[in-house]
């Protein structure tokens, strides 16, 4: 009898040691068992969109009013994926004739090197209702580099047309920006910028200002923009100009 009853506590210590070894092994198999935490795979980044409207006491572009010193309303959309932007929009021009619309499409890749961000792309500006023979829309390519200093950003730019609106010469706009942020939500900036026209009136352009943000989707900008070239016309002269943006 006792080595019947020996031979089974034997049988029994070996078929829990069994189960023991067994329930601390490590399960790498599709069983139900406790698995071995698997990599995960980074997710797939998404596109950005970007939305924005604008309303202005002016549209200043380099200097030169695009609405006979007149109200403006800017309407926009972005979106971004990875290093790379598309963007379009909208807003209302007076040229003295039947175009009363002006509209931005651009495309870039903006890639940054040891503190440096880049942005290099094209932007076409084209009208609506443009009179017979009158063809001023325009692409121009553009090339910015800006640097971060703490509270301070500094950049340069540069756009190039081979047909500046119309012209049927090429025209280059060169450009120093910097912004000084001067507390949360206020910050301080300017540009000094030098238009050349290949067909003519060339001129030095220059603004100055400072923007609020009332929240992250409400800012208002106020500035002093001016020419150097008084002389071509009251749309060439001084402005003071207030805006106010809504982005989403």
């Known amino acids: 009898m006792k080595p019947i009853?020996?031979?089974?506590?034997?049988?029994?210590?070996?078929?829990?040691?069994?189960?023991?070894?067994?329930?601390?092994?490590?399960?790498?198999?599709?069983?139900?068992?406790?698995?071995?935490?698997?990599?995960?795979?980074?997710?797939?980044?998404?596109?950005?969109?970007?939305?924005?409207?604008?309303?202005?006491?002016?549209?200043?572009?380099?200097?030169?009013?695009?609405?006979?010193?007149?109200?403006?309303?800017?309407?926009?959309?972005?979106?971004?994926?990875?290093?790379?932007?598309?963007?379009?929009?909208?807003?209302?021009?007076?040229?003295?004739?039947?175009?009363?619309?002006?509209?931005?499409?651009?495309?870039?890749?903006?890639?940054?090197?040891?503190?440096?961000?880049?942005?290099?792309?094209?932007?076409?500006?084209?009208?609506?209702?443009?009179?017979?023979h009158v063809d001023i829309d325009t692409t121009e390519l553009r090339g910015a580099v800006s640097h971060k200093l703490d509270d301070i950003k500094v950049g340069l730019a540069m756009n190039y047309a081979i047909d500046y609106f119309g012209t049927k010469k090429d025209g280059t706009y060169f450009e120093g920006n910097a912004a000084y942020k001067i507390i949360d939500g206020l910050t301080a900036s300017g540009a000094v910028g030098r238009q050349m026209i290949s067909a003519g009136k060339s001129f030095s352009t220059w603004n100055i200002g400072a923007t609020y943000a009332f929240t992250k989707n409400i800012s208002l900008d106020v500035r002093y923009l001016d020419t150097d070239s008084h002389s071509f016309g009251h749309l060439y002269n001084s402005h003071s100009v207030a805006s106010l943006k809504l982005a989403l």
């Open 5 to 132: 009853l020996v031979s089974c506590a034997m049988l029994m210590v070996t078929l829990l040691s069994a189960n023991v070894a067994h329930a601390e092994a490590p399960q790498t198999g599709s069983g139900t068992g406790t698995a071995l935490a698997e990599p995960l795979e980074p997710a797939p980044q998404m596109p950005v969109f970007m939305f924005a409207l604008t309303g202005a006491s002016n549209y200043i572009f380099r200097g030169v009013s695009q609405t006979e010193n007149g109200p403006a309303v800017f309407g926009s959309g972005k979106v971004t994926y990875d290093k790379f932007y598309a963007a379009a929009g909208a807003e209302n021009v007076n040229f003295n004739n039947s175009i009363n619309a002006e509209y931005d499409l651009s495309a870039g890749w903006t890639p940054s090197l040891d503190g440096f961000n880049f942005d290099v792309g094209a932007i076409r500006y084209g009208y609506v209702d443009a009179p017979t």
